[in-house]
């Protein structure tokens, strides 16, 4: 997808209305299978998910914000909060949600706010890619998930990701074998030192304990990838 296709993913995900049929024209999306409700869908985090970080490209790189792209993301992140996540919202006055419902979308709605407030704040996709990396772990991944792996690779040899390495490499050995095209990078980035402090403050025993840490999930997650 490109940006203007992204971005429409995005509004019909939010609800765009077929004005000759009335009806929703994605009606199983992420906000509109929630009116009338359907049932969480779990493709519709991870469509969503691509597309944001397809766009955010352009709001990481542009001064300029596309106002109808934002307002197209809070949208959809408020309504479905009122809707599902509300206790005097219509799914959880009416019965309609359970328990577990409520806790998937509530992390699926995270998920979305984090990302996009990171690329609003000037991240790159492959540093906002973190939030869905922590996604991956608590709740897994979709067939889509060959889009996000470069992302997190990218992100492994970036040098300025910081402490955030940690959680995309316990995504990445969380997928196996599926991420086994960032073996070179992981095995790239043993040879690097890691360290989250300020210049100012750093010291050797805060390098060589912040390395060997990172160098520890690295491992694990080249283990978990190849099967070991």
Request: hydrophobic residues 45%; proline residues 4%.
């Given at each position: 997808m490109d940006y203007d296709e992204?971005?429409?993913?995005?509004?019909?995900?939010?609800?765009?209305?077929?004005?000759?049929?009335?009806?929703?024209?994605?009606?199983?999306?992420?906000?509109t299978s929630?009116?009338?409700?359907?049932?969480?869908?779990?493709?519709n985090l991870h469509q969503v998910m691509e597309a944001l970080l397809i766009v955010?490209?352009?709001?990481?790189?542009?001064s300029q914000i596309d106002r109808d792209l934002i307002s197209t993301v809070w949208s959809m992140c408020w309504y479905a909060?009122?809707?599902?996540?509300?206790?005097?919202?219509?799914?959880?006055?009416?019965?309609?949600?359970?328990a577990n419902d409520i806790t998937r979308l509530e992390l699926s709605i995270g998920t979305v706010e984090q990302t996009a407030l990171s690329l609003l704040e000037g991240q790159p996709p492959h540093f906002a890619v973190?939030?869905?990396?922590?996604?991956?772990v608590a709740a897994g991944w979709w067939v889509n998930i060959e889009f996000f792996i470069p992302l997190m690779?990218?992100?492994?040899?970036?040098?300025?990701?910081?402490s955030a390495i940690e959680m995309i490499l316990r995504a990445l050995g969380k997928l196996g074998g599926l991420a086994k095209a960032v073996l070179p990078t992981l095995h790239e980035?043993?040879?690097?030192?890691?360290?989250?402090?300020?210049p100012e403050f750093e010291t050797l025993a805060n390098v060589e304990a912040c390395t060997k840490s990172v160098r520890a999930s690295i491992q694990k997650a080249i283990q978990?990838?190849?099967g070991k």
């Amino acid at each position: 997808m490109d940006y203007d296709e992204a971005k429409y993913q995005l509004r019909l995900h939010a609800g765009v209305i077929d004005a000759a049929r009335g009806e929703w024209i994605l009606d199983d999306g992420f906000l509109t299978s929630l009116r009338p409700y359907r049932g969480l869908q779990e493709k519709n985090l991870h469509q969503v998910m691509e597309a944001l970080l397809i766009v955010g490209e352009r709001i990481h790189r542009d001064s300029q914000i596309d106002r109808d792209l934002i307002s197209t993301v809070w949208s959809m992140c408020w309504y479905a909060r009122i809707w599902g996540l509300n206790p005097d919202g219509m799914l959880q006055r009416n019965s309609l949600i359970t328990a577990n419902d409520i806790t998937r979308l509530e992390l699926s709605i995270g998920t979305v706010e984090q990302t996009a407030l990171s690329l609003l704040e000037g991240q790159p996709p492959h540093f906002a890619v973190y939030h869905y990396a922590q996604y991956i772990v608590a709740a897994g991944w979709w067939v889509n998930i060959e889009f996000f792996i470069p992302l997190m690779g990218r992100a492994v040899s970036d040098p300025h990701v910081g402490s955030a390495i940690e959680m995309i490499l316990r995504a990445l050995g969380k997928l196996g074998g599926l991420a086994k095209a960032v073996l070179p990078t992981l095995h790239e980035a043993l040879l690097r030192t890691y360290s989250w402090n300020n210049p100012e403050f750093e010291t050797l025993a805060n390098v060589e304990a912040c390395t060997k840490s990172v160098r520890a999930s690295i491992q694990k997650a080249i283990q978990a990838i190849e099967g070991k």
